[in-house]
């Protein structure tokens, strides 16, 4: 009996060892561990360890981890910015229909862009949080990740996926058209000098072209890659943020000499000034934030994630993904914001004078 009672035992630690020690592939581990093989921290080969990315502990992996805080905190922070964008979009488009002014111009067009981005960034991170709060579903199917087969991956991945595709897809497309509203604005204010009339044209055929371009991109590459996708997106935030530091040199001069030639009006021009000014500094950092986190992911995930993140620490390929839903939370926030001030805020505090009426409501 005693030597039937260590046979059986030595089994199971040979079993055990087999299941959690050397590895090849996800399909070696226990039900909710993968597998991690020549990464920088680990002295074996290989070896089966908890989801690293998503921070889960414990030996069945459903304990949270100092990764999985870090995780939860910040996606809750970026879904609350989201949430707000949304409310404050959908709020404005509502105020302009009851008050009769919602016209077919290039502020409408922004405002209901501005809610689909967010709506579709809200969607990610409620799908992001699911995921995070329910490790149990974490190895429901197997995938192909970085050329490696037979990986475990949560249920809900390939759905968070097509809203994280259709929010970059709506967030540039949201901010170049904002570039428009700004063409308009210094366009009715009826203060430009004849060169600047038409360098203001050549770049609204500009935004225009980029626009279409980012469409067809979008439709062609999104369905073939998201990745690729997203490379394109990086280019095109290089694009945007030359755009708005030119658009607002120019057009805030335009918008200077109004307010100087208009006493009315000259406080609200002065604001909206301000409000472009401000709108510049939260476009272009949060198109820093998402590429500096889009170029860190892409150069840590190249080969594989799993290289650099550790069990039990925060994972870096993780942090620097999460610069991208920060960059983009707060460029929805900016945009929200701005589109709400020309459209709603502006106009309530005076509207006495022609030359205003042409330079806010009319945009």
């Not at 409408?108 to 799908?127: D, E, K, M, N, Q």
């Amino acid at each position: 009996n005693t030597s039937e009672e260590r046979r059986i035992a030595n089994a199971k630690i040979k079993r055990r060892d087999k299941m959690e020690g050397n590895c090849s592939t996800d399909l070696d581990c226990s039900p909710l561990k993968l597998c991690y093989r020549e990464t920088k921290w680990l002295e074996a080969e290989s070896g089966c360890f908890c989801n690293s990315y998503n921070g889960w502990t414990g030996d069945s992996c459903l304990e949270n981890g100092p990764g999985t805080l870090y995780y939860l905190s910040i996606i809750s922070l970026t879904l609350v910015i989201g949430i707000a964008t949304v409310v404050r979009a959908g709020y404005s488009i509502a105020r302009l229909r009851l008050d009769g002014r919602l016209q077919r111009n290039a502020t409408t067009l922004s405002l209901a862009l501005c809610p689909s981005s967010a709506s579709c960034f809200v969607c990610w991170r409620i799908i992001r949080l699911v995921s995070l709060l329910t490790p149990e579903s974490s190895a429901d199917v197997l995938t192909t990740e970085s050329g490696i087969k037979n990986r475990k991956d949560h249920k809900l991945t390939q759905v968070e996926r097509l809203f994280i595709g259709m929010n970059t897809a709506f967030a540039v497309a949201t901010t170049l058209h904002v570039a428009i509203v700004w063409v308009d604005t210094a366009e009715k204010s009826k203060h430009l000098r004849t060169e600047e009339g038409q360098v203001l044209r050549k770049f609204r055929h500009f935004i225009a072209v980029l626009e279409v371009t980012w469409v067809v991109a979008s439709i062609i590459l999104y369905p073939i890659s998201p990745a690729a996708l997203f490379l394109v997106a990086i280019l095109f935030l290089l694009i945007i943020i030359a755009t708005y530091t030119y658009a607002r040199r120019e057009i805030v001069d335009i918008l200077g000499r109004a307010a100087s030639s208009n006493g009315s009006s000259e406080d609200l021009f002065r604001q909206l000034i301000r409000q472009m000014n401000c709108a510049t500094i939260g476009v272009v950092l949060s198109s820093l934030l998402i590429l500096i986190g889009g170029t860190a992911y892409t150069v840590l995930s190249w080969n594989d994630w799993r290289y650099w993140c550790e069990p039990g620490k925060i994972c870096p390929v993780m942090a620097a993904n999460e610069f991208i839903g920060i960059g983009l939370s707060l460029n929805g926030a900016v945009l929200s914001m701005f589109l709400y001030s020309v459209s709603i805020s502006n106009t309530r505090a005076s509207l006495n004078t022609q030359s205003l009426q042409a330079s806010i409501t009319s945009i």
